[in-house]
Antibody, heavy 121, light 107 residues
Framework: EVQLVESGGGLIQPGGSLRLSCAAS????????MSWVRQAPGKGLECVSF???????YYAESVKGRFTISRDTSKNTIYLQMNSLRDEDTAVYYC???????????????WGQGTLVTVSS | EIVLTQSPATLSLSPGERATLSCRAS??????LAWYQQKPGQAPRLLIY???NRATGIPARFSGSGSGTDFTLTISSLEPEDFAVYYC?????????FGGGTKVEIK
């Protein structure tokens, strides 16, 4: 069974740093695209970062230069290092798996439960 | 960046009624559109991909259509568990973008 479990969220002051983790089970993270998608309170969805099977990555303009996505294959885990946090980064951060087989890789077929990041002084 | 505009923002219907949700893209995206359902406190769930293909385990009452810039999600007969927010997402090019959502609420 595929599972994604996020952790690492919390309350952080503006300018601070936080690292989110997404522990995957039931599949190998290097076989799928993996993404972090966030949702500000009461708002829609935004794909902030993506890591391809080959290891290259993508960032939304809103987080470029501040966030870094990475993975640890030995732990089958994806990370999101978030630096220079701003009020507008406050959101629930979801880890999501890109499709495989007949499902194109840039749609998301499994999601974690989300972890809340609150940036506030 | 491709902007996806969903309408209406809110749809008030009764169980058993037909729901028709719209997603319009700011440029042609061929058929590269998905639909997700999100219930309060839960992660989104993939319903439809590439405009008209149901994802694994999705009931037949959900159907998608469209291509180019105009897309539709239809729920043929609303069940109580279908009242939720629905988002569209394009994969035509980067950045991947989502629409603002349509809330289907009980009338």
């Amino acid at each position: 069974e595929v599972q994604l479990v996020e952790s690492g969220g919390g309350l952080i002051q503006p300018g601070g740093s936080l690292r989110l983790s997404c522990a995957a089970s039931g599949f190998t993270v290097t076989n799928n695209y993996m993404s972090w998608v966030r949702q500000a309170p009461g708002k829609g969805l935004e794909c902030v970062s993506f890591i391809y099977s080959g290891g290259s990555s993508y960032y939304a303009e809103s987080v470029k230069g501040r966030f870094t996505i990475s993975r640890d294959t030995s732990k089958n885990t994806i990370y999101l290092q978030m630096n220079s946090l701003r009020d507008e980064d406050t959101a629930v951060y979801y880890c999501a798996r890109g499709g495989s087989g007949n499902l194109p890789r840039d749609y998301f077929d499994y999601w974690g439960q989300g972890t809340l990041v609150t940036v506030s002084s | 960046e491709i902007v996806l505009t969903q309408s209406p923002a809110t749809l008030s219907l009764s169980p058993g009624e037909r729901a028709t949700l719209s997603c319009r893209a700011s440029q042609s995206i061929s058929s590269y559109l998905a639909w997700y359902q999100q219930k309060p406190g839960q992660a989104p769930r993939l319903l439809i991909y590439d405009a008209s293909n149901r994802a694994t385990g999705i009931p037949a009452r959900f159907s998608g259509s469209g291509s180019g810039t105009d897309f539709t999600l239809t729920i043929s007969s609303l069940e109580p568990e279908d009242f939720a927010v629905y988002y569209c997402q394009q994969r035509y090019n980067w950045p991947l973008t989502f629409g603002g959502g349509t809330k289907v609420e009980i009338k």
